[in-house]
């Protein structure tokens, strides 16, 4: 029945509750005064506590201040004992907690009753109290899960290699769940075999050495099906056994779960070993499935870009031809052009002036938008294009049309198309890179940061293969007559700045 502390200094009342109370089946402690009350409740925690008001010392409403106002003891309820002439302190002695009081003298029967009904509101309110906690957890562990996702989403908007995603993917995962152990699975290059793209808590050496047939153990099943595996314990057939052993990576409890977008497999998001091992509850699950869809898409994303960005690198590189099978250049004038300026940017990238500008967006748009540069050319009339000698005054103007024209097309394309990064990139590099960091540049004679600095880069690395190349009418120089060029040319022709982080990287120059 449970445990009651019984506080009097009264010996005789003492003695006949506690026959009273264990004939009921309780046990029972005692205590003379107030002080030694408070302190065996402190050490016993009884379940109720029988308190007398009138004591010497610590009286029955100090004892039940002290007892109410202490984390370790407040849930405890407590009946109060008075004589009639007490009812001021009862008052008190109410307002400081206690749950019940009886006036003496009292029937035995009514303090039993008044017993059982405080211990039965005290159960009650722990119960209620254990569900709160519980809501409390939940609502906690599910605000924590909703938080990862949402980060998760926001994170995935910033990245835009697939490396990144897997990160984030890994990351969300274990912050969710706290899995200690979480795989991702991708395709190989021949599509026949899932190979382990990124994991942790496992051994590099096993993760890099991974290759399961798409259609084999639990990774596979689940690839090859597009259905989620959540299982609390492994088959210990031998057929099972082998099978989990070639997946060295896996372990019980785990989800193994598709990362897919409509009916496309992408590949399989795998989670196990929870520190206290226990399983995955269905909210983990329905987490670890969401978070999965969430990188799917932007695997799915990062994919289309990549195969889009590889379309137009090869249109833009073909068209860049265009110009050049048109011109007297060597073959590989665009390629060298296009590497000058792509390890230009990745040195501004390093400066600090230049650091949020020049992104790896940037240098990506850089490096497709360059073989541009001369398209216009393509509107040049032979005679004057492909003179072996210096062009006149009227053939010179003529020339420098082809900026003019290379900008009009792509702009009349911009229209068409609406606003895109990589469009405005080239549309910089054509119309800008014939300009001068002094203004004496064309078409429009712009000077300092009024040319886009894509085309003060390009300027640069296209003037530098122009003086180290071969033409119809001059000799090549010689890698260190284009240093000197370059650098006296700095502030006139060209932008300081990309002529300083020219002279520090003059030796990859000449290797390329």
Same mark, same amino acid.
């Given at each position: 029945?449970?445990?009651?502390?019984?506080?009097?200094?009264?010996?005789?009342?003492?003695?006949?509750?506690?026959?009273?109370?264990?004939?009921?089946?309780?046990?029972?402690?005692?205590?003379?005064?107030?002080?030694?009350?408070?302190?065996?409740?402190?050490?016993?925690?009884?379940?109720?506590?029988?308190?007398?008001?009138?004591?010497?010392?610590?009286?029955?409403?100090?004892?039940?201040?002290?007892?109410?106002?202490d984390p370790a003891t407040n849930g405890i309820p407590?009946?109060?004992?008075?004589?009639?002439?007490?009812?001021?302190?009862?008052?008190?002695?109410?307002?400081?907690?206690?749950?019940?009081?009886?006036?003496?003298?009292?029937?035995?029967?009514?303090?039993?009753? @008044? =017993?059982?009904?405080?211990? +039965? !509101?005290? *159960?009650?309110?722990? %119960?209620?109290?254990?569900?709160? &906690?519980? #809501?409390?957890?939940?609502?906690?562990?599910?605000?924590? @899960? =909703?938080?990862?996702?949402? +980060? !998760?989403? *926001?994170?995935?908007? %910033?990245?835009?290699?697939?490396? &990144?995603? #897997?990160?984030?993917?890994?990351?969300?995962?274990?912050?969710?769940?706290?899995?200690?152990?979480?795989?991702?699975m991708l395709p190989d290059d021949t599509g026949a075999y899932l190979r382990c793209a990124k994991a942790i808590g496992l051994d590099p050496s096993i993760a890099d050495n991974v290759r399961i047939p798409c259609d084999d153990g639990i990774a596979g099943r689940v690839f090859m099906t597009g259905k989620t595996i959540v299982a609390n314990a492994y088959n210990e057939s031998a057929s099972e056994s082998t099978r989990y052993a070639n997946e060295a990576f896996l372990s019980a409890p785990l989800i193994s779960t598709t990362l897919m977008t409509g009916d496309e497999v992408l590949g399989v998001l795998n989670v196990t070993e929870k520190p206290d091992g226990s399983t995955f509850a269905p909210e983990e699950t329905d987490c670890i499935r969401s978070i999965a869809d969430m990188a799917a898409v932007a695997l799915h994303n990062q994919i289309r870009r990549t195969r889009l960005e590889d379309s137009v690198k090869v249109l833009l590189t073909t068209v860049g031809r265009l110009a050049e099978f048109r011109d007297d250049e060597t073959a590989n004038h665009l390629e060298r052009v296009q590497r000058y300026a792509e390890l230009l940017a990745?040195?501004?990238?390093?400066?600090?002036k230049y650091r949020d500008i020049v992104t790896?967006?940037?240098?990506?748009?850089?490096?497709?938008?360059?073989?541009?540069?001369?398209?216009?050319?393509?509107?040049?009339?032979?005679?004057?294009?492909?003179?072996?000698?210096?062009?006149?005054?009227?053939?010179?103007?003529?020339?420098?049309?082809?900026?003019?024209?290379?900008?009009?097309?792509?702009?009349?394309?911009?229209?068409?198309?609406?606003?895109?990064?990589l469009l405005q990139m080239c549309i910089d590099i054509i119309s800008g890179h014939h300009e001068k960091y002094n203004g004496t540049g064309?078409?429009?004679?712009?000077?300092?940061?009024?040319?886009?600095?894509?085309?003060?880069?390009?300027?640069?690395?296209?003037?530098?293969?122009?003086?180290?190349?071969?033409?119809?009418?001059k000799k090549p120089f010689t890698h260190e007559r284009a240093i000197r060029i370059i650098s006296g040319d700095s502030g006139t022709h060209f932008d300081p700045d990309v002529v300083e982080v020219f002279l520090a990287c003059t030796d990859e120059f000449e290797r390329i």
């Open positions: 029945m449970g445990t009651i502390l019984v506080v009097d200094d009264d010996r005789r009342l003492q003695d006949i509750l506690a026959i009273n109370l264990r004939a009921e089946g309780y046990e029972v402690l005692a205590a003379s005064n107030g002080h030694e009350g408070v302190e065996k409740a402190r050490q016993n925690r009884p379940d109720a506590i029988i308190m007398d008001v009138a004591m010497p010392g610590l009286n029955g409403v100090e004892a039940t201040a002290q007892l109410k106002t407590i009946i109060m004992l008075t004589a009639r002439s007490q009812v001021e302190e009862l008052i008190v002695g109410l307002d400081c907690g206690a749950e019940e009081y009886i006036a003496k003298p009292f029937e035995m029967a009514e303090l039993m009753a @008044r =017993l059982r009904s405080i211990r +039965r !509101l005290s *159960r009650a309110r722990r %119960e209620l109290s254990a569900v709160n &906690d519980e #809501l409390a957890r939940e609502v906690s562990s599910k605000t924590h @899960r =909703l938080g990862a996702l949402y +980060r !998760l989403a *926001r994170r995935l908007n %910033e990245v835009d290699s697939t490396d &990144d995603i #897997l990160n984030l993917t890994i990351d969300a995962v274990h912050d969710a769940t706290s899995a200690e152990r979480i795989s991702v990745s040195k501004l990238q390093n400066v600090p790896d967006e940037f240098i990506r748009y850089l490096t497709l938008g360059t073989p541009l540069h001369d398209i216009g050319k393509v509107g040049i009339p032979d005679e004057i294009l492909f003179k072996p000698g210096k062009l006149t005054l009227e053939e010179y103007e003529t020339m420098k049309k082809h900026v003019e024209i290379g900008r009009c097309t792509l702009e009349t394309a911009a229209r068409d198309t609406g606003p895109m990064p064309y078409p429009k004679g712009l000077y300092g940061d009024q040319i886009p600095l894509a085309a003060r880069i390009v300027a640069l690395a296209d003037v530098y293969d122009a003086v180290t190349s071969r033409r119809p009418y």
